[in-house]
Every structure is written in C-alpha cells, then in structure tokens.
C-alpha cells in the first residue's frame, strides 16, 4: 500500500491505511481504526481506537475523533471540531474511585456520505448526522441531523437545506428546492429532502 506519514505522526500498527491517505504531523490513529483511500489527516488530528473512515474524507488539523465514530465516504471535519463519546461523563465514580475504561459505554457520531463538520463544532454522541448535512462553524450538535439539512447555533438548529455542493438552496416552488451553483433540484416531503430522481436504493 502506498500513503503518506509524517514522521512526528503516531500510527499504531494494527490500525489500517488505504491508498493514497496522507497523515501530517504529529496526528495520532489508535488501535485498530481503519482509514479508506486517498483521506487527509491534518496537523495534530485525533483518529480513537476502533474509529472507521472511508473513502476520500478530509479532517483538519486538531480534529478529535473519539471511538466508535463512524465516517463514511467523502466527510470533511473541520479544523479542531470535536466529536465525544460520553454522553455523562465523569473522571471518578459515586464513590469517588477513578473511573476506568470498563466502567462506562462508549457511544459514538455516525456521520454520512458528503456530510461536513465545520470549524470548531462539538457533536455530542450519540447522533446521526445525515448524508450531504452541514454543521456550521462552532455548533452545538446534541441531536440527529437530516440528510442535506444546515443547522447552526448553540444548541444547534435547524437554518435551511444545502445541496451537495454545498450551496444553500433557493425555494423553486412549492415543496421544492434548487441549488444555485449546480441547478440540481430537490424534493421534500414531510421534512425529509431528496434530490429529484433519486431512488429509495440511491438515498
């Protein structure tokens, strides 16, 4: 396999590197995480233990991805965004004992396909955030976000619909939708949004 380490990176070597992928300085990847093809690991990124990343996927410098986050093809993280895996978390037990790794479940950020992570966001696991969804810079994410659906804020709200290139989309009529930049049109119905002609199989 051929990719790319910095040699103040740390890579464990049970973890798995696709094709191409790039790893900058002083990044770390655990134990077992598995990154896809030609991704790009910034400056002192964050990769847990476990952690699964697909294909061409872009976390920027001082991301913290905490296990058992799941990636999938095409994400961006923004620089020093930060996804938990605590929902209550706690240094020390009732009793006032330190809490180790086996006295508590890790949940984790499932993001997919062309979703984006701004700058500085917190995603508070356990949440979806959907396929081609943007997270504004420096939001508060603590529950699900559609596919194509823009939030911003703290908490994080829902603010419009993005296409995939993600552009905000202009109303085109009733219950529909346009990009601006690709002419791509949408549908929603019921609070779901869907590009027109794609199949239930596609989406």
């Known amino acids: 396999m051929h990719y790319r380490v910095q040699d103040t990176a740390q890579v464990h070597e049970s973890a798995a590197i696709g094709e ?20 790009v690991i910034g400056r002192g990124a964050y990769i847990g233990t476990g952690v699964r990343i697909g294909d061409n996927v872009k976390i920027q410098n001082y991301a913290l991805v905490y296990e058992p986050a799941t990636l999938a093809d095409g ?5 020093a965004a930060v996804f938990t895996n605590d929902h209550n978390p706690r240094a020390v037990a009732p009793d006032g004992k330190a809490k180790r790794a086996s006295d508590w479940e890790a949940v984790g950020v499932d993001v997919a396909e062309g979703a984006s ?21 420096g939001a508060v994410v603590t529950k699900d976000v ?4 823009l939030v911003m804020g703290v908490p994080a709200k829902f603010a419009g619909w993005v296409g995939r290139a993600g552009a905000r ?15 791509e049109r949408y549908s929603e119905t019921d609070g779901v949004l869907s590009p027109i002609g794609e199949t239930k199989e596609q989406s």
């Open 20 to 39: 191409g992928t790039s790893i900058w300085e002083l990044a770390q990847i655990r134990e077992h995480a598995s990154l896809g093809t030609d991704c």
């Open 75 to 79: 994400v961006f993280v923004g620089p």
């Open 117 to 137: 992570i701004g700058a500085r966001a917190v995603c508070i696991a356990p949440l979806r955030i959907g396929r081609w969804a943007m997270v504004a810079a």
């Open 146 to 149: 559609p596919d194509h659906a």
């Open 169 to 183: 989309l202009v109303a085109d009529g009733e219950g529909l939708w346009r990009c601006p930049q690709t002419e």
